[in-house]
């Protein structure tokens, strides 16, 4: 008989129940309860709730997909084995090999141990649930559920975990959950992780969503049936709906890409849904005679899916009223896993066809880990999630017609490795609709590129490593490498290390550098120095990365040798200054610190001091004209000092701007309102006439930030005429 409360479970039996699922599948629900309710008796959540309540609530989610019984009774134990004394033979001998591989594949490494960052256990935890999803994808979509339920709850977390949370589920599992395909899953994720990183835009947004919810409502009433009137003469089975773009999606067009709401086109949408990949195209002939479509806002994901597998045609169009809308036209089959992704394969039982496309979807996730297995670091798995899941994409095409999906940026290079890796190892060139063109040219829809390649490569350079975008592409150039240019590797790794040890005085005689970095090697899983040269290298692992835990194992190091032998010379601590203009300054204290005009630095900026004689420290930016490119070959490097900004600066700063414009009446005035709408202070601003019947305007305005100059800058190239901003001085 199973224990009642209230937890939520009684919900659960009966969305089970409804559901269809078997007396048998339904008795090992329970049973995994039972086990869960008696495993968790004693703990409970921040909050001050039940435990059981969680793991309750994350097999609702899993429910409400209609997930199988496996999942559901895995995401009742998916933190037994992790938080209570059960182990995983325990959960194997009473449930099976498949629920307990399941749990497993959800369970955390562990506790932080004290030699490991939070972000390299992140990163071995995302590389242990990447290769239990290698062996079924069941484990993160319940990963996902487990997700969903703690951001939900992150209001009782402390604020540090809050913002770490928030920030990892905007980098990690909202993308998995777009690559996916799971939307609800993606939309839910990105909007809680933003209400913690930016309550205020994000209620900013809400706010304005709901002051003006009659009139969207009534708008999107109107257009779904203009639009129903029309088509169904045409197609009686189409079923016709509307939404409005989800908040992170809103917040994420205007905050990160500086736009109004009024300037976002897919605010709206309508959605046809039609039996037939014919019908589709006849009713974007209807939607296209019914409105004005807006140039360069047609996609056709149909002929060319997202590589989640998503279809459907997207056109956005302006009707009578002139407010822009986008509308999507699919097929039931499309809709189904637009929605549901990789979990309409339990969802809607697929056939043999489905089982096809299920596999499909799953080469990628063997693909990602075919690729980390080139490199030594285990940071490319994370750094493929958050840079190349979470883009949008451009397709472009081979010669022979084969489509190739990329995130966007992505260059000649990407593209070549994307083919194969043997492609892009010969790649000696590339043309772009019949042009010879170069290796970083980024990548637009719809262009046709041929690679050309080398019988007789000499094989990638070094220098591509920096140009290409996808984690994909530059795990195989440090393959190739790694496998090609091993001596080579050897002698660049030593070289590298011997470098960064001489720059933070760690002294090492021979035999303590061999069991110094075979340690590092060992934690590494390599299994010699040399491989530990070799990868630094070749890129595959990054020094930089390695340095505080190796100034720790080597003061440790010294700690040891104390008694026995001289002691080894550390690296003294250096001495830190902070001015009130929120400028850190390295190896000097109670200094004074002016900024420098030439180049007038903003929080923001990378910076670097120069020590005057009688007048304290100069910051310059690094890239001020003043400031020598190579210090250590200038007159004298030893003025110039390390400095940065501190991470929160609070006070406001003058810069100045040149606006270079088109001479028209009233140009003037369309700048400084532009300026005056922004609540920008403006201090002084003259004209010049230029030699080619242009005109500049130089103005002095006041900031707080780069971030702050660069959205001022984005709002002055939005008025009519103006050609370039750019900071000078004056």
């Not at 395909?181 to 913690?196: N, Q, V």
């Not at 979807?361 to 999630?385: F, H, M, Y």
């Not at 022979?400 to 010969?426: E, N, Q």
């Not at 772009?432 to 046709?448: A, F, K």
Request: with cysteine; net charge neutral; glycine share 6%.
């Amino acid at each position: 008989m199973v224990e009642q409360f209230n937890d939520g479970f009684d919900k659960l039996l009966e969305s089970l129940n409804n559901s269809g699922f078997s007396r048998t599948d339904i008795d090992r629900i329970v049973k995994a309860y039972n086990l869960a309710n008696s495993a968790h008796k004693n703990q409970k959540r921040r909050s001050g709730e039940p435990y059981i309540i969680h793991p309750v609530a994350v097999a609702q989610i899993l429910a409400d997909m209609n997930m199988d019984a496996d999942s559901i009774c895995a995401a009742l134990l998916h933190d037994v084995v992790e938080d209570t004394e059960y182990t995983s033979q325990q959960i194997r001998e009473m449930f099976g090999e498949v629920i307990e591989q399941l749990v497993d594949g959800v369970t955390k490494l562990g506790q932080i141990s004290v030699n490991e960052s939070a972000e390299e256990r992140q990163n071995e935890n995302v590389r242990k649930m990447f290769l239990a999803m290698s062996k079924d994808i069941r484990v993160i979509i319940i990963k996902l559920a487990d997700r969903i339920h703690n951001m939900r709850t992150l209001r009782f977390m402390p604020e540090e975990k809050r913002r770490y949370k928030a920030r990892e589920t905007l980098e990690i599992y909202a993308p998995i959950a777009h690559r996916l395909g799971i939307r609800s899953f993606k939309e839910e994720l990105e909007d809680l992780a933003i209400s913690y990183l930016d309550p205020v835009a994000y209620k900013e947004i809400e706010n304005t969503l709901e002051t003006q919810v009659e009139s969207r409502h009534e708008f999107l009433e109107s257009i779904k049936n203009q639009i129903r009137e029309r088509v169904i003469k045409e197609v009686p089975n189409a079923h016709i709906s509307g939404r409005i773009k989800s908040v992170h999606g809103i917040y994420r067009k205007t905050y990160m890409q500086q736009r109004t709401i009024d300037e976002i086109y897919d605010i709206y949408a309508v959605r046809i849904i039609v039996d037939s990949i014919y019908e589709c195209y006849f009713c974007l002939g209807i939607i296209h005679d019914m409105y004005n479509l807006i140039p360069g806002r047609f996609k056709d994901y149909i002929s060319t899916p997202k590589p989640n597998m998503y279809q459907s045609l997207h056109t956005t169009v302006i009707g009578k009223d002139g407010i822009p809308f986008e509308v999507q036209i699919r097929t039931w089959e499309m809709h189904q896993t637009a929605e549901y992704g990789i979990a309409a394969h339990w969802k809607y039982k697929l056939g043999i066809s489905g089982k096809v496309k299920f596999e499909e979807r799953l080469a990628w996730v063997r693909q990602l880990l075919e690729n980390q297995k080139e490199s030594d670091d285990i940071e490319e798995i994370v750094n493929t999630i958050k840079n190349d899941f979470a883009s949008e994409e451009v397709f472009a095409f081979t010669p022979k017609g084969d489509v190739i999906s990329l995130p966007v940026g992505s260059t000649i290079i990407d593209f070549a490795y994307a083919i194969h890796s043997a492609v892009g190892s010969k790649m000696i060139g590339a043309k772009v609709d019949g042009r010879i063109t170069t290796l970083d040219h980024q990548i637009n829809n719809g262009e046709i590129i041929e690679i050309l390649t080398s019988s007789n490569p000499k094989g990638p350079s070094r220098d591509w490593l920096k140009i290409a975008k996808t984690s994909s592409a530059r795990s195989k150039i440090k393959s190739w490498f790694k496998k090609e240019k091993r001596e080579e590797n050897i002698i660049e790794g030593k070289n590298i290390v011997e470098h960064e040890f001489k720059k933070n005085n760690i002294v090492l005689n021979e035999k303590q550098l061999n069991e110094f970095l075979l340690k590092i090697a060992e934690r590494q899983k390599l299994s010699s120095v040399d491989d530990l040269y070799a990868a630094i290298g070749y890129g595959g692992i990054l020094f930089t990365n390695l340095l505080p835990r190796i100034k720790e194992a080597y003061a440790q190091l010294v700690k040891e040798n104390q008694p026995k032998e001289p002691a080894i010379p550390i690296a003294p601590e250096k001495k830190y200054t902070r001015s009130p203009e929120g400028i850190v300054v390295e190896g000097i204290d109670n200094c004074l610190i002016k900024f420098s005009k030439c180049c007038n630095p903003l929080p923001g900026d990378d910076i670097i001091g120069f020590i005057t004689r009688g007048h304290g420290v100069s910051i310059h930016t690094k890239n001020c004209p003043n400031v020598p490119k190579n210090i250590k070959q200038c007159a004298e490097p030893e003025r110039w000092i390390n400095a940065w900004w501190e991470k929160k600066v609070e006070s406001t700063y003058r810069v100045s701007l040149g606006i270079t414009c088109l001479d028209r009446v009233g140009m003037l005035a369309d700048v400084t309102g532009m300026i005056a709408n922004l609540h920008v202070m403006i201090h002084s601003i003259f004209t010049k006439e230029s030699k080619d019947g242009r005109f500049i305007i130089f103005i002095t305005v006041t900031v707080n930030s780069v971030e702050h100059l660069q959205s001022v800058t984005e709002k002055i190239k939005k008025v009519k005429g103006v050609l370039s901003v750019e900071r000078t001085t004056i």
